[in-house]
């Protein structure tokens, strides 16, 4: 099961290999009764490149959305594309290696492993694609300079402040390179400077080209972001991106 | 792990994780939580340690038994006056001792007589307080039948046989208080006082001689009217013959009468006790594989909980492209590090316990091959199988619902 492959190039089965992701009437629906229609027919795609703000309530869908679009849950009808390759009928296992590659996740909750260093934390950004250990934690070393954490390599989660914790989670998040950066309310858990400067950093990484969709219920701080989609009953009802 | 649909062209990669990887992420549970993780293995370390501590100690002296048995030779029969009927006691004949000798593969016979009267530390001691204690003459040869040893002075002679002089048993010069020979002694035989000329050392296949004050036939004869008939005879015969020798003993000493002659191998003795521990050891090996078993629960117990607390851990990985396998697997060896932490110290507890208590007892530390390798298998069997449910309960999550903070 654990593949020695080199070849890392990517296949591409559909012709829009410009959107790093591209949702095709996804509908998703939870039995019972009657049964909840959490998604219906939600169609968005997102550039290499984009800052999209995924905008909702609670209860329009959107945890829904981020694990449609993070493959942790598959859609009951509809297709995800990610990187141009699509996931229908794909194993869990070859879900998973996808995950590894081209899904970096931030939580609102950080979720970093609490033995762990910080830049052991970031390694695990790594661990599932086959880098070796001495190259996980070089690029992770590299990681935390660029998100400003240079100077926080070896503290452990709980000797860092909320804000350090959500940069380090950040710096896990972009590690292993990938296609886009999924943030879930990312900003959340921090006070309010935190939360400037974390949206500083994001915006300074997308100027870099990482492709970034934050999943945010703050109306507010969506309102900055170049390209909105806003979610309500599991339906898009507005998405500025759209010409 | 089926692949449904999806060739690898169309998936790329899958993810993976090298043995190394699975070995470092899985010990980073235990490493955080030290003092779980130890009370946890501790029940693993004392089952461990019971199996190995009571195989060790089984085999030490079982191999001090063997030892003691080569020592003291399995060649001796001692012949003895059975019941006969309707007349109580039957004795042996006085020939016997002369008979026995013309056996071919014999080369030892010792013959040894009870006399009646009490054995006192002096003529002050009222008659009767023998301290169980008896007075036993015997041959000049006793002492090599028995393969028996002097602890201090010498045995009885040609020459001193024939005046009042005693050696005597160790048991019998422990409660007559006597523990050098630096000095004259003597003691009160009831009629005579006797002078003690050497102390033995215990004596394993003859128990009743320790407690015995012994003299010579002649000295017998003369001061405490003693008139000659042998009640044991100690007979050595060539090891390979002594079964043939044994069966044609009673006929031999007691043509007339051979079944009120009494024969027995010493030796059976000492390997009777041999049984009867075994029986033990066996009783304690249960208990161990009993608090065996108790371990194992207990990791499972704390691996359960550890799938439970740590539900956003494993959400969090399957995100980061963990497989359904890869969490398994640590799980599977984080169960594996906690009973084979476990069962390495079990394994020395047993070892030390063993080395300590077979030092105490002067024994040669034997610890079998296979109570180390099996007490340390064992406990990596348990750890599996302790693991196996959490392992699959922590991969059959789905991520979403281990993501969920509440």
């Known amino acids: 099961m654990m593949q020695s492959t080199t070849n890392v190039s ?23 009764t009657p049964p909840v229609h959490a998604l219906s027919d939600v169609s968005v ?17 959107k945890s829904t959305l981020l694990h ?37 996740f931030v939580f609102q909750e ?25 190259d996980r934690l070089r690029r992770s070393e590299i990681m935390l300079e660029r998100v400003g954490l240079g100077h926080r390599l070896n503290h452990l989660p709980n000797e860092m402040s909320g804000g350090e914790q959500q940069r380090v989670a950040v710096a896990r998040a972009l590690v292993h390179e990938p296609s886009f950066v999924l943030a879930d309310e990312p900003t959340g858990n921090l006070d309010s400077r935190s939360t400037e400067s974390m949206m500083e950093l994001f915006y300074s990484l997308n100027e870099e080209g990482t492709t970034i969709i934050i999943i945010t219920h703050d109306r507010e701080v969506a309102e900055r972001f170049p390209r909105q989609v806003v979610l309500k009953d599991g339906k898009i009802e507005s998405d500025s991106g759209l010409v | 792990m089926g692949r449904k649909g999806g060739s690898p062209e169309t998936s790329g990669p899958r993810s993976q994780l090298s043995i190394g990887d699975t070995l470092r992420t899985a010990s980073t549970g235990p490493r955080s939580r030290k003092l779980r993780s130890a009370l946890s293995a501790l029940g693993i370390t004392i089952g461990i340690a019971a199996l190995v501590s009571v195989l060790g100690l089984s085999s030490s002296s079982s191999a001090d038994l063997i030892r003691e048995l080569d020592a003291l030779g399995t060649n001796l029969l001692t012949v003895e006056a059975g019941q006969s009927f309707g007349s109580g006691n039957s004795s042996l004949p006085v020939d016997a001792p002369a008979r026995i000798r013309r056996i071919d593969p014999v080369y030892e016979v010792a013959a040894v007589s009870k006399i009646g009267g009490g054995v006192y530390r002096s003529d002050l001691i009222e008659e009767g307080r023998t301290q169980g204690l008896t007075i036993i003459a015997a041959d000049l040869n006793l002492l090599d039948a028995q393969q028996g040893s002097i602890s201090q002075g010498q045995y009885l002679t040609s020459a001193l046989q024939d005046f009042p002089t005693v050696v005597l048993g160790s048991v019998a010069a422990e409660r007559l208080g006597i523990t050098e020979l630096t000095t004259a002694r003597s003691i009160w035989l009831g009629e005579e006082w006797f ?3 050497g102390i033995l050392n215990p004596l394993p296949l003859a128990a009743d001689l320790d407690r015995a004050a012994i003299i010579g036939y002649p000295a017998a004869a003369q001061y405490l009217d003693y008139e000659y008939e042998p009640d044991i005879i100690y007979v050595r015969a060539h090891a390979e013959h002594v079964l043939d020798v044994r069966s044609v003993m009673s006929a031999t000493v007691n043509p007339e009468k051979p079944e009120e002659v009494e024969v027995s191998r010493a030796s059976d003795v000492l390997e009777a006790r041999a049984a009867a521990e075994s029986a033990f050891t066996n009783l304690f090996l249960g208990l161990g594989v009993v608090a065996l078993l108790v371990g194992g629960i207990g990791i499972a117990n704390v691996m359960v909980i550890a799938v439970i607390e740590r539900r956003n851990e494993i ?9 359904r396998f890869h969490i398994a697997m ?24 063993t080395v300590v208590y077979a030092m105490l007892q002067d024994w040669a530390v034997v610890i079998p091959s296979y109570a180390l390798f099996g007490g340390f298998g064992s406990s990596l069997l348990i750890g599996g199988l302790a693991g196996l449910y959490p392992s699959l309960r922590a991969a059959s999550m789905s991520p979403t619902e281990a993501l969920r903070t509440r």
Request: cysteine-free; hydrophobic content about 45%.
């Open chain 1, 110 to 134: 950080f979720f970093l492993i609490s033995g762990l260093s910080a830049v052991q934390n970031v390694a695990n950004g790594l661990l599932y694609s086959g880098v070796q250990e001495a």
């Open chain 1, 68 to 104: 449609v679009i993070g493959t942790l849950t598959r859609p009951t009808s509809g297709s995800v594309f990610i990187n141009g390759m699509n996931t229908d009928g794909m194993s869990d296992g070859a879900l998973s290696g996808l995950r590894s590659r081209d899904v970096g």
């Open chain 1, 45 to 61: 795609s997102v550039r290499h490149g984009e800052f999209v703000g995924i905008v909702g309530a609670s209860g329009s869908g």
């Open chain 1, 10 to 32: 990517q296949p591409q089965t559909d012709l829009s290999e410009e959107f790093a992701l591209k949702l095709q009437g996804v509908t998703k629906s939870y039995a019972g």
């Open chain 2, 330 to 353: 640590q799980f599977l060896t984080e169960s594996f590090f906690l009973s084979a932490a476990g069962g390495f110290a079990g394994v020395m507890l047993g070892i030390g316990v």
């Open chain 2, 195 to 197: 002078v003690v000329v």
């Open chain 2, 315 to 323: 959400g969090l990985r399957r995100a980061l492209g963990a497989t």
